[in-house]
């Protein structure tokens, strides 16, 4: 076992390599994954935006941190896709029949979901510039910004793990992300909450996205980040151990098993 | 190496309700091929993951290279390779970054030597640099193998090695069983054709409802059965041989 501990690191070069490789030759699911959230941010600005009653002079800035979530959850579905892929055509079998540290198939494809989800953060915040966006944050509130955003990427991507690997079909795996996707529409990112019945407006205050939001919204204006943050991070670690648990435990029922999707179906 | 490459013992393995292993006994001797033969769903593909580490069995041992698949499970990835029924390769590497990787994988000192090496041996040289979701079934199925042979492991398992493979590429995958098993090492193949036990394997084990019912070479099965008797028939062409006939595969004949 002490050779596998000492080949960990080389071995998750080489699975991060092979899913890097994935990724920058379909270009095209970037595209994908950005392209409803640009649609969405061009919907509220110019559609709606005219009509809510935000409080701020500029939407763009206001609905900037949802169209990151929103982005986000609809990019971490990729890595449920490839993960799916993996299993069917047979290669997880290969590479576990292989001297190699069992962890490094999942964190692979997991450290490729954190560079796919970072280029496609980083062509809206180039299209919503273009659309008006300005910043007065400082270094070290982009700093936590970014930091904030990596650790909300792995928490989404961890639960997209347990689809990849328990779904029976490719659709099956892909369709946890619509309520992921659909979450910060309930939340603060796009209209203010004061605006909505009592009951949706406490499910909307008390719901990790809006902490999150509120978090990145304050942040970006240069303001000084409340206590939301430390919401917005207990949120995000609690739910980031919870997915890491159970996609540990659907890691292991779907290596218990002989019979592969082909089978089964 | 070990007398005995592989050893298995009263293995026993059932899912829920349903007994897919129930007491199987073999062993195989370095440098052999052995050709594991049962109809579809008589637990050839559950053995072949018992003996590649990639299940447990619930009772009986089994050894491979010496070690033990439950307690010893990393020496014994060291000792094998599998290559399963659908071929395991990516699609969106290239044939030789597919190599590569694997050599990566298996902690080799020059994976592009290696690489290069295989993509020769097994005649994908020039397709080495384009990305395997072009190749045919039977170059996947040869990078396949081809992926088996990186480090030289001394025992390979090959998972009905030519299910979903036109008749062209069933002789392809049998040239290259042949010249596998040449350097000395120890060939496990699963298989439900007859005619590809008979022309790959030196012995046959026969899986039955959760048994090796029978096993030996193809001698010794052929005298568990009658004696032949002398028969005139017709023999008409079948459609395999017309269509490698036509296509001017005259080895087949």
Known sequence: MATLQRYFFSDLGVMLGRSL?????????????????????????????GAIQSGTANYVNYVLPGIFLVAIASGTSYTSLRLFTDVQRGIMDRFRSMPIA???????????????????????????????????????????IVGLLALVTL????????????????????????????????????????????????????????????????????????????IALAWCLGILLLAFFFASMAYKKRTSYATNIYQRS | MPDIAIQVKDLHKS????????????????????????????????????????????????????????????????????????????????????????????????????????LARFGLTEAANRRVSAYSGGMRRRLDLAMSLVGTPPIIFLDEPTTGLDPEGRLEVWKVVKELAQGGRTIFLTTQYLDEAEQLADRIAILHQGKIIASGTLQELKKLFP???????????????????????????
């Open chain 2, 227 to 253: 004696p032949a008797r002398v028969e005139y028939v017709e023999k008409q062409p079948t459609l395999e041989e017309i269509f490698l006939a036509i296509i001017g595969q005259k080895e087949a004949c």
């Open chain 1, 21 to 49: 490789r994935h990724l920058f030759r379909s270009m095209d699911t970037i595209i994908t994954a950005t392209i409803t959230p640009i649609g969405l941010m061009l919907l509220f600005v110019y559609v709606f935006g």
């Open chain 2, 15 to 118: 899912y829920r309700q349903l007994n897919v292993l129930q007491g199987v006994d073999f062993v195989v001797e370095p440098g052999r091929i052995v050709a594991l033969l049962g109809p579809n769903g008589a637990g050839k593909t559950t053995l072949i993951k018992i003996l590649s580490t990639l299940l447990k069995p619930d009772s009986g041992t089994a050894l491979v290279n010496g070690f033990d698949v439950v307690t010893q499970a990393a020496q014994v990835r060291h000792s094998i390779s599998l290559t399963g029924q659908f071929a395991a390769v990516d699609e969106l590497l290239t044939g030789r970054e597919n190599l590569i990787m694997i050599a990566q994988l298996r902690h080799l000192k020059q994976p592009r030597q290696v690489a290069d090496e295989l």
């Open chain 1, 102 to 144: 069992p962890s490094t198939l999942l964190w692979g494809h997991v450290l490729a979901s954190l560079v796919f989800n970072a280029i496609s953060l980083l062509i809206i915040v180039l299209v919503a510039l273009l659309m008006g966006f300005r910043s007065s944050a400082g270094i070290l509130s982009w700093l936590a």
């Open chain 1, 155 to 230: 928490t989404l991507t961890w639960i997209a793990v347990i689809p990849g690997l328990t779904a029976r079909s490719i659709d099956g795996a892909a369709v946890f992300a619509y309520p992921l996707i659909f979450l910060p529409f309930i939340s603060s990112a796009f209209v203010p909450t004061r605006s909505m019945p009592l009951v949706v407006r406490a499910f909307a205050e008390h719901q990790p996205m809006t902490a999150i939001v509120n978090t990145i919204r304050a942040l970006l204006a240069g303001a000084p980040a409340s206590q939301e943050i430390w």
